[in-house]
């Protein structure tokens, strides 16, 4: 209670979002309609750390986010231009689920494409959890504006539960979390 000035109270706004939640303060969350309350997967419990994850930055008065560096921001997304990829012979692409592919699925996340098949495979690799422990079910946050930020409350996520992928930006964004958050926690208490 003393970090966050307070006990950290949650509302329910029945709100249709984009988003699931918005933090408001160092202690205030308001989680909108469709966010995926009691899932069986754990995913709940990791998106309400997220977003205690800016709250916990709200009560630093935004240190945490200073403390991200460019070398642990995700690159930024890009898109197709074109309404529906279509492969050399003029066929929709369709991705593992037999649906077109359209503009909103990103480039980063292609690992090859089999243009005989006309199907898009997507990359279950850990390379493209850009060391986090999973995909949208460990990364909760993508903003362009707010980069910073959402890397925080996601390293955030890993740091609570002691989880993380492999390889390089993991080892990264785990030694980056033990060694700033002791102090972090020290100047939002002392504060």
Excluded: C
């Excluded at 984009?18 to 997967?41: L, R």
């Excluded at 980063?108 to 690799?125: C, G, P, Q, V």
């Excluded at 504006?145 to 390293?155: L, S, T, V």
């Amino acid at each position: 209670m003393k970090i966050h000035k307070g006990v950290i109270t949650f509302k329910l706004t029945g709100e249709d979002k984009s988003n699931w939640a918005i933090t408001k303060s160092n202690n205030e969350i308001w989680i909108h309609k469709g966010a995926k309350i009691g899932n069986d997967e754990g995913i709940y419990q990791r998106f309400i750390t997220h977003e205690m994850g800016h709250a916990f930055n709200n009560a630093t008065d935004w240190e945490a986010n200073s403390t991200i560096t460019a070398d642990l921001e995700r690159p930024i997304r890009t898109y197709y231009e074109s309404e529906e990829v279509v492969n050399k012979k003029g066929e929709t692409v369709l991705d593992k689920h037999g649906n077109p592919v359209t503009t909103q699925v990103e480039r980063m996340e292609i690992d090859h494409y089999d243009e005989d098949a006309a199907i898009l495979y997507r990359s279950e690799s850990k390379y493209h959890y850009y060391g986090y422990a999973g995909g949208s079910n460990w990364q909760f946050g993508y903003d362009p504006n707010n980069r910073q930020g959402e890397e925080f409350a996601d390293m955030y996520v890993g740091w609570v539960f002691g989880k993380w992928g492999a390889g390089d930006m993991a080892d990264a964004r785990r030694s980056h979390m033990d060694e700033v958050m002791p102090e972090l926690v020290k100047y939002a208490y002392d504060k």
